[in-house]
């Protein structure tokens, strides 16, 4: 099955950083501007599932996180349940991460709604 | 001319230079008196040392450093030296940091002294100092290049870093710099296990608190303030200790000054209607468990900010996590919460990375 790739480390930077581009290089802010929602949205037009493998890097702060995965509904208006139906996070080295990363889109849709 | 000397405007203001000239020259003579006095029946090279090397700082406010000039073992100590030390910097006084009864000193206080001493230096406000006669404790400072930037002159600049190619190295910056963090890490993993190592919880640890400095430092006043990393690689332990510090408010007093419409806006006094705590150390306990932010947002808690630290800690990927706001002092490990009688303004946070903590392999 067809399936897109998305790799932190290999499409955007080793060394994410901060929530917003105005408080660092590398943060969530531009990687789900220029990487994360270009993809996403492709993914949901085509109906295909996607992949985002979070190993590989220096590591993550929670605010990178959030930004990019909670501003694809926050920001953007995608549709948390076709997320959900499509996404499949790979973090094998930090296994916390996929828990948090669905936490994010969770509390964003929560948000959403009120 | 003789016209011009006799006009009233030139008598008067004649009289008046007159006046001033007559007190500059009797304050002169009295000055001049006193100190022959005081040089009576001393040699001239005599003099000349006395003058050169004894009190070239006589108007300089000196404050003495504790004795043991650690900040976690004698944090009270310490917040003291910074708070007198704060309060010449406002008053934009010369200082002079006596150093020199200082017994102990810790890789820890070195990003304080770093810090106070560049801020001063930058501000164009007279610092200097002595060295400590204990030979241990001046090996350290020697280690730091502090003696080294005593001497020097520094401008406000938004970046500084001190100490390249020595055992400690120091980073100021007001940004959040994840390539920094990567690069310390990288770094300190060729101590501890000789081979390039990642360490996501330092990493995590490292952001979280540049993006609080960023953020919570002084709440009016995001992006304004320096942070400050002292980095000390222990070679003979395989041991590399992180020291972190930034002067805004501090944690509760950051949480008081919490606007309307923040989600932590009078968060405390929410979380006195739902959990029993008499202080500020009980706070931080509840900060640190992750108990405020529940309370906060109703939602469970993510691991952001100084929790989510506490939490890379509970994952046993740093070691020894220490931190000391306002008027608390919390040893994580130790699960010790203690007030201290002088309210530090500011954040410092302490923590080690040794071989017993969680790494991964491979290069980014």
Redesign the interface.
């Known amino acids: 099955m067809e399936k897109i790739k998305i790799s932190v480390?290999e499409d955007f930077?080793?060394?994410?950083?901060?929530?917003y581009i105005?408080?660092?290089?590398?943060s969530g802010e531009l990687f789900r501007q220029q990487v994360l929602f270009p993809k996403v949205s492709e993914a949901l037009e085509k109906n295909l599932h996607f992949e985002v493998d979070l190993d590989?890097?220096?590591?993550?702060?929670?605010?990178?996180l959030?930004e990019s995965f909670g501003g694809l509904i926050r920001i953007h208006d995608l549709s948390y349940q076709r997320i959900l139906e499509l996404m499949t996070i790979i973090s094998n080295?930090?296994d916390?991460l996929i828990d948090?990363v669905n936490?994010?889109l969770k509390?964003a849709y929560e948000e959403s709604k009120k | 001319m003789k016209k011009l000397y006799s006009t009233r405007k030139y008598s008067i203001n004649n009289l008046r230079r007159a006046k001033r000239s007559l007190k500059s020259r009797l304050i002169f003579k009295k000055y001049r008196k006193l100190k022959n006095k005081a040089d009576l029946g001393v040699s001239k090279p005599a003099r000349t040392y006395k003058r050169k090397f004894e009190e070239p700082y006589k108007d300089y406010k000196r404050i003495h450093a504790p004795e043991n000039f650690s900040f976690i073992d004698n944090s009270e100590g310490v917040v003291e030296f910074i708070s007198q030390l704060k309060s010449h910097f406002d008053e934009k006084k010369k200082v002079f940091v006596v150093l020199k009864d200082v017994k102990i000193i810790t890789y820890d206080a070195i990003v304080v002294l770093l810090s106070i001493m560049v801020r001063f230096k930058a501000s164009k406000i007279d610092f200097n100092g002595d060295f400590p006669d204990n030979g241990n404790a001046r090996r350290i400072l020697d280690e730091s290049k502090f003696l080294k930037y005593l001497f020097q002159n520094f401008r406000n600049e938004d970046r500084y870093q001190l100490g390249q190619n020595s055992s400690i190295v120091t980073h100021a910056w007001k940004d959040v710099d994840s390539e920094l963090g990567n690069e310390l890490i990288k770094n300190a993993s060729k101590t501890i296990w000789g081979t390039e190592r990642r360490c996501q919880g330092v990493q995590r640890t490292l952001i979280e608190l540049m993006l609080n400095t960023n953020n919570h430092a002084d709440d009016s006043r995001k992006g304004e303030k320096h942070w400050w990393l002292s980095v000390h690689h222990d070679k003979h332990n395989k041991k590399v200790s992180f020291a972190f510090i930034d002067f805004g408010v501090g944690v509760f007093t950051s949480l008081n000054n919490k606007r309307h419409g923040s989600k932590f806006f009078g968060i405390v006094d929410k979380l006195k209607e739902r959990v029993k705590f008499g202080n500020n150390a009980e706070l931080l306990k509840l900060i640190m468990d992750g108990t405020l932010h529940r309370t906060a947002t109703g939602k469970p808690y993510h691991g952001k900010g100084l929790p989510g630290i506490n939490k890379v800690r509970e994952r046993n990927q740093i070691s020894n996590l220490n931190i000391i706001t306002n008027d608390v002092h919390a040893s994580l490990d130790k699960d010790l919460f203690t007030i201290m009688p002088k309210s530090f303004s500011g954040t410092f946070v302490y923590w080690e990375l040794n071989k017993e903590n969680l790494n991964c392999y491979g290069e980014n």
């Open positions: 480390l930077s080793p060394t994410p950083g901060p929530r105005h408080e660092g290089k590398f590989g890097t220096a590591g993550y702060g929670t605010s990178f959030e080295e930090e916390y948090d936490d994010y509390d």
